[in-house]
Nanobody, 113 residues
């Protein structure tokens, strides 16, 4: 069973940047698609970015500002976030889309205006 540990969150000002990391306890080499999700207070968890061997996809709300990448040798998925906005404030998680593994604890991102 794969487990995830997310890190890299914090408090940043409007327009700032952060790089999130997600380390898997098992190999993600055979996990074709990985994704980053976020959940803001009082809202449902939403998918913001996915990565496969064929490319990446982003939610419209983060397109052009966030970049997802992966290092299979390190069992790690990254989310580089730039031009952060207060509406990006949320707990961020990684997981395989649709057929979820157990969720990690997430990492809190707070953007102040």
């Amino acid at each position: 069973q794969v487990q995830f540990v997310e890190s890299g969150g914090g408090l940043v000002q409007l327009g700032g940047s952060l790089r999130l990391s997600c380390v898997a306890s098992g190999s993600i080499f055979n996990i074709y698609t990985m994704g980053w999700y976020r959940q803001a207070p009082g809202k449902q968890r939403e998918l913001v970015a996915t990565i496969t061997s064929g490319g990446t996809n982003y939610a419209d709300s983060v397109k052009g500002r966030f970049t997802i990448s992966r290092d299979n040798a390190k069992n790690t998925v990254y989310l580089q976030m730039a031009s952060l906005k207060p509406e990006d404030t949320a707990v961020y998680y990684c997981n395989r889309p649709t057929f979820y593994y157990p969720w990690g604890q997430g990492t809190q991102v707070t953007v102040s205006s």
